[in-house]
């Protein structure tokens, strides 16, 4: 995607138009166009090249989407972390990434001037709405900035984004996307419904993701306009469909399931949507045929695709019956079911899904080994195990037993328990992913704890409140005298899980 080029099209066309409509105040595409141009000449001025690393970390604010453009438009790479990280691993991704500068809000939790130290790459932190010692202001670059697009030469397969899928391991998996593939998003969503430039979307999802970026991808690309919101707020969702008459979203499970729960579900006007996506964890077909009730107007699609292959992969076809189906790939995307010898399996086998395409990662950054593993002949091996039928709709079945979805967020289980045999009062444990209603999974976790401890749930969630974001934090505890091994002497996750 030439996101300059992008961006001065849809100012040319549209340049009074909302973008984005964040708590009731309209962003025009000039103002978005000009606010990206801004700040990316005043990120030049500070020395960022193309190929740098410029990271992100902001509540879901407007100033997520310009730094987003602004980097994009520098011709640089954007590091989005989630603003629910802690400290400890803020320092872990922004230190492998080796990013140049900060584009952060300050929290009191947060030591900026530690993050600082323990990041060698990091030349610069700039905070937005807040003015501190020692860092640089948003809003003055912002102001500063020539507002003119910057003359940068970006290639297909030039980095624009590194998304981080974990945490505080020690070996955080950075997945690379490049600048084509910023288009595989609103490509795919041509392919699958009907957007126009008179759809309406509301955005609820966080923009360190890809479920939350690709709302920023697909408004720029269509000229639609977006109802932004902070966070997720089941009833305040509601009304702002009803308010902004929105025609168009896409949101995980969980948002669903609470959506549907609200007595209020059936006395808003929702006639304005016409389709809604599902993706992330597996869905209730009895819920997804349930919805139609409330929604009779609105077309209930079910999405299936990850970070790695610059979701959506797979979408129902408008119209479908099979809800039970996450759907059949765009035609430029080849989706396979292998067994554990990477052969094709037949139609109705069960196995690994993988996926070959220019959509495809090209793997993990600074990380050979896990993209070798990964990336295998061409083929992309997603974790995930699921079947295809004799018309080419995929069913996702399970998953590798190491990650856990929670809610669309991937959790994996060596992280959680690194975090937890942090205490000092733990002898061992094993986590593993248990089925939710709400969130589709949830960590449960095992703990023996050493003799004379009397250390108890709360004040072990306490503890890992500093050392992981909490999507992370197991929603179950269970106390045992020692965890089953098996022959080997590893702990037996298999008994445990049953």
Not at 235 to 240: D, G, P, Q, T, V
Not at 249 to 254: A, E, K, R
Request: neutral net charge; glycine residues 8%.
């Amino acid at each position: 995607m030439k996101v300059a080029e992008v961006l001065k099209a849809r100012s040319y066309e549209n340049s009074g138009k909302p973008a984005i409509i964040f708590r009731e105040q309209p962003i025009s595409f000039g103002r978005l166009q000009e606010a990206a141009f801004r700040l990316a000449n005043s990120l030049i001025n500070l020395g960022v090249k193309k190929g740098d690393k410029v990271a992100i970390y902001l509540p879901n604010w407007p100033e997520y989407l310009y730094s987003y453009l602004a980097i994009w438009c520098a011709g640089a790479t954007a590091v989005p972390l989630d603003f629910m990280l802690t400290e400890d691993e803020l320092i872990s991704c922004i230190s492998h990434s080796e990013a140049k500068i900060l584009i952060a809000k300050a929290k009191a939790n947060l030591s900026l001037d530690k993050i600082k130290q323990n990041c060698p790459a990091l030349k610069e932190i700039v905070t937005c709405q807040d003015k501190l010692p020692g860092v640089l202001s948003l809003e003055e670059l912002l102001e500063k900035g020539n507002d003119q697009a910057p003359a940068v030469q970006i290639e297909d397969k030039d980095y624009a984004i590194i998304f981080y899928t974990s945490g505080t391991t020690g070996k955080p998996k950075g997945v690379l996307i490049n600048y084509r593939q910023l288009d595989a998003p609103p490509e795919s969503m041509t392919h699958f419904v009907d957007f126009t430039d008179k759809d309406i979307l509301l955005c609820a999802l966080p923009f360190s993701h890809l479920g939350g970026l690709i709302y920023l991808q697909n408004s720029i690309s269509f000229g639609m306009t977006m109802v932004l919101m902070e966070r997720f707020i089941p009833i305040e969702y509601l009304k702002n469909i009803e308010k902004y008459r929105v025609t168009c979203l896409w949101i995980v499970p969980s948002m669903y399931y609470a959506l549907l729960q609200l007595k209020e579900f059936e006395s808003h006007d929702l006639s304005s949507l016409r389709w809604i996506v599902i993706f992330g964890a597996p869905s209730s077909p009895d819920a997804l045929r349930r919805f139609y009730q409330f929604c009779p107007k609105a077309n209930l699609l079910h999405g299936w695709g990850l970070t790695e292959t610059n979701a959506p992969t797979c979408v129902i076809p408008l119209g479908s019956k099979k809800v039970e189906s996450v759907g059949r790939p765009a035609p430029w995307i080849e989706v396979k079911i292998f067994d554990e010898q990477d052969k094709g399996l037949s139609a109705g086998g069960v196995g690994e899904i993988v996926v070959k395409g220019w959509v495809v990662t090209d793997g993990y950054f600074k990380d050979p080994k896990t993209t070798a593993e990964t990336i295998r002949n061409g083929w992309f091996h997603t974790g995930d195990l699921g079947r295809i039928d004799a018309d080419g709709f995929l069913y996702i079945v399970g998953r590798k037993k190491e990650m856990i979805k929670v809610a669309g967020e991937i959790v994996f289980e060596p992280e959680v328990e690194a975090a937890i045999h942090k205490h000092p009062e733990v002898l061992e444990v094993a986590v593993v992913g248990v089925a939710d209603k709400l969130r589709g999974e949830v960590p449960k976790a095992f703990i023996a704890l050493k003799e004379g401890s009397k250390l108890g749930e709360e004040d072990l969630r306490f503890f890992l409140r500093q050392h992981l974001a909490h999507f992370k934090i197991p929603h179950y505890f269970e106390f045992v005298p020692s965890l089953p091994k098996n022959r080997t002497g590893k702990i037996d996750k298999e008994t445990l899980r049953k």
